[in-house]
């Protein structure tokens, strides 16, 4: 284990993978799903509480972080008209879903469940991201989610007495992040939708580069 104050150093990569998504973002080379970006910051600031009222100390400013960033980006989105991503369906249900784990949080007001609710909340609020991120990764940049898995490795290389208060939303952020990196900088989708795929009589064929399912949005021109 490292000692608890690198946790300040964590914070420090975060918050500069948070202001390099942040210019993309002003400069038009993110389009960032609001519904996400919103509630991805307003559901790590009630676990933030949570922790806190636990006595979580140091260690949740990676819930902190992982909170006021997100809110930072929603703003942004709006400074340039080439950072809007259209809304559809999938997106308002998405965070129809996540306010009520949040909802849930303030009639239970419960340590555990209360955690377990913005937990919820916030891979919720996600999905939106996680299949634009699957589908048009050049729609998103690593940097944030680079910064917060290395605060989240950090953080969990800190805890010396592992407790579900202590280690959940690190843990979570950290699997978070890193499937994100994965789909961003990895460019997953897009490369296995460009794999050869073979038709019944086993001669290849090109696979579809581009899914037309319901409820997924395009970037506004």
């Known amino acids: 284990m490292i000692d608890v104050h ?9 918050a500069l993978g948070q202001a390099l998504y942040v210019v993309d ?3 038009g080379r993110n389009q960032p799903n609001r519904v996400t ?4 910051g307003l559901a790590p600031l009630l676990a933030f509480a949570v922790e806190i009222n636990d006595g979580v100390g140091l260690r949740s400013l ?9 809110l930072v980006v929603f703003a942004a989105s709006f400074v340039n008209p080439k950072s809007v991503w259209r809304l559809g369906p999938l997106d308002y249900s998405c965070g129809a879903l996540s306010i009520g784990g949040t909802i849930g949080w303030v009639v239970t ?4 469940v209360a955690l377990g609710a913005a937990v919820a909340a916030d891979a919720l609020a996600g999905v939106p991201t996680l299949i634009k991120s699957w589908r048009l990764p050049e729609s998103e940049s690593g940097s944030i989610y680079m910064g917060s898995f290395a605060n989240a490795v950090i953080t969990l290389l800190t805890v010396e007495h592992v407790s579900a208060p202590v280690v959940t939303f690190p843990l979570y952020i950290g699997i978070l992040s890193l499937v994100q990196i994965t789909l961003v900088s990895g460019r997953v989708g897009p490369r296995l939708r460009r794999a050869p795929a073979r038709d019944g009589t086993g001669a290849e064929t090109g696979a579809e580069t581009r899914e037309g399912t319901p409820g997924w949005s395009d970037v506004e021109k």
């Open 6 to 14: 690198f946790v300040f150093l964590g914070a420090a990569v975060n």
């Open 25 to 27: 973002t002003v400069r």
């Open 37 to 40: 970006w919103l509630l991805w």
């Open 62 to 70: 990676l819930t902190f972080m992982v909170g006021f960033g997100p």
């Open 109 to 112: 007001r419960e340590g555990l």
